[in-house]
């Protein structure tokens, strides 16, 4: 999988750590301080919104007395916590980062969070230095599945797109990584265990855990 590859890149939420399950319980809280419930479908409508159109979607379409800046503050204050003490790596990603670190391969975080969020949830876990480079949405003209973020943190590497691996989570993600013109990994995550099969034939390659991949289980899709 890593052959000929020079740089590697992680989406963050559901690839890297298992945090998906938060925005759900996030979204709750916070639409119950004003009386309001998620509607149906919901998260569904917002995969592969950046975290400021997903604050614009909740402005425009529930009646809140916030600002767009004010609802983002939110949210990062009700994560933070979440993220520093209950948000676990995913199984066997620090024992492959350590390998990739070995391997002296630049590494990149793509994500559709707040770089703040970001930034303290890769630190909680000892792993922000070994990151070269990180890309939000926020920082693009266009979210995912378009491969702004992919190409941006791309070229911030310095590494050319097509020798680039690129591990996702949801379909979005990995259009994103495609259109990009990089090799693209599906990691299992129980969020999206429902799409586990457009997954697999959207990417080049699909892993229960980075185990997979040390192991040399992997399923080439």
């Not at 790596?89 to 390998?99: H, Q, S, T």
């Not at 990149?108 to 230095?129: M, Q, V, W």
Request: glycine share 6%; charged share 25%; proline share 5%.
């Amino acid at each position: 999988m890593l052959k000929d590859k020079k740089a590697v890149i992680f989406d963050l939420d559901g690839t890297l750590v298992d945090s998906m399950w938060i925005w759900r319980e996030i979204d709750e809280r916070f639409l119950g301080q004003y009386g309001l419930q998620v509607p149906d479908g919901l998260n569904d409508l917002l995969e592969g919104f950046s975290f400021n159109e997903t604050a614009e979607y909740f402005k425009n379409n529930f009646p809140l007395p916030l600002s767009i800046q004010e609802i983002k503050d939110t949210w990062n204050r009700m994560a933070f916590e979440m993220y520093m003490n209950e948000i676990p790596l995913k199984e066997g990603a620090k024992e492959f980062l350590d390998i990739l670190k070995e391997k002296n391969l630049p590494l990149g975080i793509a994500t559709s969070n707040s770089r703040e969020l970001t930034k303290a949830c890769l630190d909680a876990h000892g792993i922000g230095e070994y990151f070269q480079y990180i890309c939000t949405s926020n920082e693009v003209p266009k979210g995912k599945p378009a491969p702004d973020v992919y190409l941006k943190t791309a070229e911030k590497l310095s590494v050319s797109p097509e020798h680039i691996l690129v591990f996702e989570d949801i379909p979005y993600g990995i259009m994103a990584g495609n259109r990009a013109n990089m090799t693209t990994c599906a990691v299992r995550d129980s969020y999206s265990q429902a799409v586990t099969e457009k997954k697999k034939e959207l990417a080049d390659y699909y892993i229960e855990t980075y185990f997979d991949i040390i192991n040399g289980t992997y399923q080439s899709v």
